[in-house]
């Protein structure tokens, strides 16, 4: 089905056209609110959120980008907003990480690294973090990204280096594993 | 070249970081669906659904204030003549809510009005690094005015009910920025600015404006 006809058949209220639309663009919403969340519940939440605005405000999409491009901006504003709601949430998650690691045996190289770069990408600012996450992890365009949070595309090329250099001084014990 | 390296080998090490299971798509279509009916089932409340927190006393109070704010405005605008100074600025924000009916318009217009006044305050005193602390207590007042509208026929003009949710979306996030954490209020403070532009917020409250006074006055007179 064609895009337009899909969207003129979910604003008329067919339910079909909405799960048609929802199959279509669950995955990636899903795969980015979980990047984001690091949470299987509140991924689901912002998941859900994210469909029943689009249903909402469908009447609202003019077309001028893709479907898909409008229903990610939603996305990722649900995540950004949710995310500050529930900062002590993850904070809780960070310390029970530290915990573990505290608590483990013998080091190994490898999950230490691990460890290391997921609590940095953790700690960086969620604007940045969003960005990264977009770009480095899920393989997003810096036009995709530039569309989907609203901003230049300048201004989305700037966020991913400053939050490439945090992580670069964060992983500084590391330099050898990419210097060699 | 180094920079290259590290760009690949972040590439490859951040392929894991919080690595999505598959996705529960009818788990989570079941929740939209039963969510989407929940919501329509109270279609008055709708707008406080999600903030689960309110307790319902809280609902009837501003049930009552809706009644006051409507009371009001037909009070204050049926029996008089044209409004003079500030409400006139403030009436030509009316044009989005055309199709509502008259008393809310004009509670609509003369609201819009105040809110484009107090985020263009915010905006240049954030930009400016000045201190906001003041800023929590009219942002809380203009979101409860913004919500009853949201709940009143003055949003069931699509364009003014668009607006308002933007409206209210900055709004609540500036009434929230001082019981956040000092840390992360510069963060807090970009996102809000950045959703005022992204969504040309001020933008879309003068033009609505500009247009409500070639319509009132004919002249272009703001």
Redesign the interface.
């Known amino acids: 089905m064609e895009e337009q006809q899909l969207v003129a058949r979910v604003r008329a209220g067919d339910a079909r056209a909405e ?1 048609a639309l ?2 279509e663009h ?2 990636r919403v ?2 980015l609110a ?5 949470d ?1 519940d509140l ?2 939440e912002f ?3 994210t ?2 605005r689009v ?1 909402d ?1 469908i ?2 999409f003019r077309g001028e980008a893709a479907l898909g491009t409008w229903i990610r901006s939603i996305a990722t504003s649900v995540v ?2 949710g995310l ?1 709601k529930v ?1 002590r949430f993850r904070q809780r998650e960070v310390g029970l990480e530290i915990a573990r690691s505290a608590g483990g045996g013998q080091r190994q190289a490898e999950p230490d ?2 460890e290391k ?2 609590r940095a ?1 953790d700690a960086l ?3 940045y973090r969003m960005v ?2 977009m770009h ?2 899920e393989g997003y365009t810096h036009q995709e990204i530039s569309q989907q949070l ?2 230049q595309l300048g201004t989305s090329k700037a966020q991913l280096s400053r939050a ?1 250099a945090r ?2 001084e964060s992983l500084a014990e590391f330099a050898g ?3 060699s | 070249m ?1 920079e290259e ?7 490859a ?6 690595e ?2 598959a ?3 009818d ?3 079941r ?2 669906e039963a ?2 009916a929940a ?1 329509e089932g109270r279609r008055w409340p709708q707008r406080w659904h ?1 903030r689960a927190v309110r307790s319902p006393w809280v609902r009837w109070s501003v049930g009552i204030a809706a009644a006051l704010v409507v009371g009001i405005g037909i009070g204050r605008f049926s029996g008089q003549g044209m409004p003079s100074g500030t409400q006139m600025a403030a009436d030509s924000a009316e044009q989005a809510a055309e199709s509502a009916p008259s008393p809310y318009r004009w509670v609509a217009a003369e609201h819009l009005g105040q809110v484009e006044i107090f985020l263009t305050g915010f905006q240049v005193d954030a930009r400016a690094g000045i201190p906001l602390q003041s800023t929590t207590a009219p942002a809380q007042q203009l979101l409860s005015t913004t919500r009853l509208l949201l709940d009143s026929p003055a949003s069931e003009d ?1 364009q003014m009910r ?1 607006l308002l949710e933007d409206v209210e ?1 900055v709004l609540a ?1 500036i009434a929230q920025l001082e019981g ?2 000092g840390e ?1 209020e510069e ?2 403070l ?2 809000i600015d ?1 959703n005022i532009d ?2 040309s917020v001020l933008l879309r409250l003068q033009t609505a404006m500009t247009a409500e006074a070639g319509v009132a006055g004919g002249q272009g007179a703001l």
């Open positions: 799960r929802y199959d669950v995955d899903y795969r979980y990047r984001m969340a690091g299987d991924a689901r998941a859900q959120e469909f029943i249903f405000r009447g609202q950004l907003n500050r900062k690294l691990k770069l997921g990408i600012p969620n604007k990264f996450v480095d992890v609203g901003m490439r992580l670069r594993e990419w210097a | 180094t390296r590290f760009q690949e080998f972040l590439r090490e951040a392929r894991d970081y919080n999505p299971p996705t529960p798509t788990e989570m279509w929740g939209i969510e989407r919501r999600h699509v668009a979306l996030q956040d954490e992360g963060e807090e970009d996102l950045d992204q969504r």
